[in-house]
């Protein structure tokens, strides 16, 4: 049997351990792990989402923080903690002390004082502030620049390209009416970036700004020290939170109704055929779409063709040929219509992408356009980039582009944690959304995956892959209850902006799809999947395979439960839940006076749905009965719970 935390979250790690604090009005937490300091709070306001200190290697990676010597010491109104931290990487080796204060009157200081160890190459050092993305965006703040000038500011309502604030030395926003929050920089200049080009769920303020030449070396014996501190300014009444450390609810709006974008999957990156047991698994998900990656200067992507076409003729769906072209595309594009004129793959959108660039190029695409005539006159075009959405909003196409914009989306852009990942859920809206201000085309998103792809930002090469570690594109959370969470989270957000053309997940089978091969992981000890099971998150897409539209579903505690409503074309309903925590839950779902049948997937029969998710599926699950109008649900940890309202 799969241990629990296997079964939660993909590892058998203990869990970040979470440590309440308190600083006069404002509460908090820190993960010591991490030394993370995250959920800054007043009442149910969230004035900071983090706060911490990161090293960044030459490529953009971040070099783990190793926590030694803590010492917390946290009264009822105050706190101090002090620890040491190392992060040593390849030729990296830089140490650090840590001291985090909060005192009666809510101010919280954040003391960085490193050395480096080493000679290294970096491109960043020292703290960050993550701004709260609900309460910020669209709001007026007011910034201190480093020659103490005061300036007028807005935290942009749609995705900016460029740092929306430079300079900063401190800056404020209005928090409630006659109370501000003030976050305070020293040791450096600091600038902020809107992190949802990345699909971050926030505002990073960080040092030093990006417009500076990197990587810059770091001679041994070099100093870093940095402050940040955050306190509250004008009258302060005291504010009790009404939300927090209540019952999660989800209410449900009956208008708009909105259509199910279309889903599909990527084809594997690996030789497995499809087995008969995961094509009949796969079908069962009724997709709309199959993507596979043509290289055309690689001459295995005649194989890859190959075999899309023969997956696509089996599960009876079309395909997005994604090609991936270099200065020869005029050449490389006339040979591959030789090689498709005879298998005439049923093609109903082709992505266009330049193999050294991270984002699209008009040229190309009227080239592809052009050359590829001959298959179908009708078959859409998408160009973007296959990285993040910054690629896309930094090299914006023109407005009489005929392609139609493409991304994609991953939850890993800085951080790796789980609160991270469930986080980033709130700012996958956001990007469909800016994507309609400079581009009235309906959206791609694709692929839509829990690691990052690749790496678009690198200075140099990334350190060979050591033996028995997993690719950097491998989570072991695909096959995990947190992994069913998430994508649900994603199809929630994702499917209520609407001008969605599609959306493509995952792939088909392995470590990267929904559905694990026969031969089961290449490296068991570190991906704990089952040979020939499917993951949690396959019964996500088979359960939402037979509705065809959607009612906006509100979660009251997002960054704990999501959820998403389906109704069926006779009217049926069904409700999903996910549980984003490691800890049980109570939710409550605004119904109405009704009857339902309730099925989890949770700890108790993870492994059997996984094995046997036939059986699984066909289950009705419990009747319960709604109680002064919600149906009420006992969650366990990272469980999912199908809901049919009867």
């Known amino acids: 049997m799969l241990p629990k935390h296997v079964l939660y979250y993909g590892s058998e790690a203990a869990p970040a351990k979470l440590i309440p604090l308190t600083a006069g009005p404002l509460k908090m937490i820190f993960v010591p792990e991490q030394a993370f300091l995250r959920y800054v709070r007043l009442g149910d306001h969230e004035i900071v989402r983090g706060i911490y200190a990161a090293v960044r290697d030459r490529n953009w990676n971040t070099v783990p923080s190793r926590i030694s010597n803590l010492k917390v010491e946290s009264g009822e109104n105050t706190f101090r903690i002090t620890f040491e931290a190392e992060n040593k990487e390849s030729d990296i080796d ?34 960050c502030v993550l701004h709260p993305i609900l309460e910020c965006v669209g709001k007026a703040c007011t910034v201190e620049e480093s020659s103490g000038t005061v300036v007028q500011g ?63 070396q770091v001679e041994k014996g070099s100093h870093i020290r940095q402050t940040v501190t955050v306190s ?66 690689d001459p295995q992507h005649r194989e890859m063709l190959s075999q899309a076409v023969e997956q696509s003729q089996q599960l009876g769906v079309p395909l997005h040929v994604a090609l991936f072209l270099s200065d020869r595309g005029d050449e490389e594009l006339s040979t591959f219509l030789h090689e498709v004129e005879a298998a005439r793959p049923a093609v109903v959108l082709w992505l266009v992408f330049h193999r050294a660039k991270y984002f699209g190029n008009e040229k190309w695409v009227r080239l592809a356009r052009e050359k590829l005539a001959a298959l179908g006159p009708n078959i859409l075009f998408a160009a973007g980039t296959n990285a993040n959405f910054a690629e896309l909003n930094q090299n914006r196409q023109s407005v009489d582009s005929s392609a139609l914009p493409c991304y994609s989306i991953t939850p890993q852009g800085h951080a790796t944690d789980n ?5 980033n859920l709130g700012a996958q809206a956001a ?9 009235p085309r309906a959206v791609v998103i694709s692929p839509i995956t829990v690691r990052p792809q690749c790496n678009p930002y690198a200075t140099g090469n990334e350190p060979p ?14 096959m995990s209850l947190l992994g069913a969470g998430w994508t649900l989270g994603s199809l929630a957000r994702l499917a209520t902006v609407g001008n969605l053309h599609s959306v493509t997940y995952y792939e088909t089978t392995g470590w990267r799809g929904v559905v694990e091969t026969e031969s089961g992981s290449p490296l ?6 089952l040979p020939g099971a499917v993951f949690p998150l396959y019964h996500v897409f088979a359960d939402i395979a037979d509705f065809s539209r959607i009612y906006p579903t509100h979660s009251s505690h997002p960054l704990q439960v999501e ?18 925590l490691g800890e049980p839950q109570e939710v409550k779902i605004k119904t109405g006076t009704c009857q339902a049948r309730v099925r989890y997937l949770d700890e108790t029969n993870a492994e059997a749905a996984m094995l046997s998710p036939e059986d699984f599926s066909a289950q009705p699950g419990e009747l319960v009965a709604s109680v002064t109008s919600k149906i009420e649900l006992n969650l366990l940890p990272y469980a999912y719970a199908r809901v049919d309202i009867v």
């Open 232 to 297: 509250l300014i004008g009258h302060q009444r005291k504010i009790l939170p009404v939300v927090q450390g209540r019952t999660p609810q989800f209410s449900i709006s009956t208008t708009p109704v909105l259509s199910k974008p279309p889903i599909g999957l990527k084809c594997a990156n690996h030789s497995h055929p499809l087995s008969i047991k995961a094509l009949e698994r796969l079908k069962k998900l009724r997709l709309s779409h199959l993507r596979v990656d043509l290289d055309l200067g």
């Open 154 to 216: 807005t935290f942009p309502r749609y995705i900016s390209p460029h740092p929306p604030v430079r300079n900063i030395r401190a800056i404020r926003h209005e928090v409630v009416a006659g109370t501000q929050a003030e976050v305070r920089f020293e040791g450096d200049v600091f600038e902020m970036e809107d992190q949802r080009n990345w699909t971050d769920a926030s505002f990073k303020t960080y040092s030093t700004p990006v417009d500076l030449p990197f990587p810059v």
């Open 524 to 529: 068991p000890d570190k991906f704990r999947s």
């Open 431 to 439: 990007t469909v959304e800016s994507t309609q201000q400079f581009c």
């Open 465 to 478: 892959l050591a033996p028995g570690e997993l690719p950097s594109t491998v989570d072991p959370r695909q």
């Open 419 to 423: 609160l991270t990942l469930v986080e």
């Open 94 to 127: 830089f140490c650090w002390t840590g001291l985090l204060t909060g005192d009666t009157d809510g101010k919280v200081t954040y003391a960085f004082e490193g050395v480096a160890r080493s000679t290294f190459l970096k491109n960043r050092i020292g703290i």
């Open 563 to 580: 959820g998403i409503t389906l109704v069926d074309d006779k009217n049926r309903r069904r409700i999903l839940i996910a549980n984003l």
